[in-house]
């Protein structure tokens, strides 16, 4: 069973919006740090924004100021949402769920397309 499961990627034009979301199966966000990370084709995976279960929350440069990340521990859900889309924000955008203190995990999703048209 996969841990994380994204939805919400697709088609949108230069300038609009999405909103990601990213839900959990199991207990796996209590004392991890929840993120979206993001690979271009070619590119290296890079972070976009990360958030702690405390709530500290970290923007990417690529997109901050574009982009708003949010958890709700007892709905088991992450989301991004992401505004002023530009074409090379085109990327498969994955969640991703890592606890560094005992015991330690970190899962993956499967990713999700964004493509952002001109």
């Known amino acids: 069973q996969v841990p994380l499961v994204e939805s919400g990627g697709g088609l949108v034009q230069a300038g609009g919006s999405l909103s990601l979301s990213c839900a959990a199966s199991g207990n796996i966000f209590s004392g991890a740090v929840m993120g979206w990370y993001r690979q271009a084709p070619g590119k290296q995976r890079e972070m976009v924004a990360t958030i702690t279960s405390g709530g500290t929350i970290r923007y990417g440069d690529s997109m901050k100021g574009r982009v708003t990340i949010s958890a709700d521990n007892a709905k088991k859900t992450s989301t991004l949402i992401m505004n002023g889309l530009k074409p090379e924000d085109t990327a498969v955008y994955y969640c991703?769920?890592?606890?560094?203190?005992?015991?330690?995990?970190?899962?993956w999703g499967q990713g999700t397309q964004v493509t952002v048209s001109s």
């Open positions: 991703n769920v890592k606890r560094l203190l005992t015991p330690r995990y970190e899962y």
